[in-house]
């Protein structure tokens, strides 16, 4: 049973231009959220998707947006990148729980803008 | 993050010690409090995580406590080894937002 996979792994691009992250979640869960995890920091959340809709976000620029397909992966996009862009993105899937969230995530993209 | 403060910000443990990683934090609407480890390389894992009616939980080496009139809670790793040095956060979880909110993580290390 594949866990939480993350494309590509290793990212290089320059201000100004836009990029698109991957993520497939874990076979079985429905809900997928993004971090960024800037070096030696926590992860910061992005935002949730769940049934194909952004279900809540944290704060963040509209130059951050995704979308979530019907198989449930989801992608992220970042347009015109800053330097403080460079960091750790983090995908993590979930299955809606009772008051609690168990998130599982992928070994992240290393995205660096020069 | 701010809602969400860890300490100490490292940590230099013997083998065998007990490490104790604490975390306070300001939402009271924060309704379920795991504890994430996270190595080089890799996203965080769920580690153990408590409930808001429960005062303490342990698995294995590792246990929380939670105060919840003090809005904190702990992480407490017993026989510490040197595979535990890691990343740890707190990150507690709010239902009604469907957010959970990182610590900025403790680095442990122990030494041998």
């Known amino acids: 049973d594949a866990g939480v996979t993350q494309s590509p792994t290793h990212l290089i691009k320059t201000r100004g231009q836009q990029v698109t992250l991957r993520c497939s979640p874990k076979?079985?869960?429905?809900?997928v959220s993004w971090y960024q995890q800037a070096l030696g920091q926590g992860p910061q959340f992005i935002f949730q998707?769940?049934?194909?809709?952004?279900?809540q976000r944290g704060n963040f620029p509209d130059r951050f947006s995704g979308h979530q397909f019907p198989n449930y992966s989801s992608e992220l996009n970042v347009n015109a990148l800053l330097l403080g862009d460079s960091a750790l993105y983090l995908c993590?899937?979930?299955?809606?729980?009772?008051?609690?969230?168990?998130?599982?995530f992928g070994s992240g993209t290393q995205l660096s803008v020069l | 993050q701010q809602q969400v403060k860890q300490s100490p910000q490292s940590l230099i443990v013997q083998k065998g010690g007990i490490s104790i990683i604490n975390c306070a934090y300001e939402?009271?609407?924060?309704?379920?409090f795991p504890w994430y480890q996270q190595f080089p390389g890799k996203g965080p894992a769920l580690l153990i995580a408590?409930?808001?009616d429960v005062s303490e939980k342990k698995e294995g080496r590792f246990t929380i406590s939670f105060n919840k009139s003090a809005k904190q809670f702990s992480l407490h790793i017993m026989d510490s080894q040197p595979g535990d040095s890691a990343t740890y956060f707190c990150?507690?979880?709010w239902g009604g937002g469907f957010k959970t909110i990182f610590g900025a993580g403790t680095r442990l290390f122990v030494k041998a």
């Open positions: 939402n009271t609407a924060f309704d379920y």
């Open positions: 998707y769940y049934e194909e809709e952004e279900r």
């Open positions: 990150a507690p979880y």
């Open positions: 076979s079985g869960h429905d809900t």
């Open positions: 408590i409930r808001p």
């Open positions: 993590a899937s979930s299955v809606p729980g009772q008051g609690y969230e168990k998130l599982f």
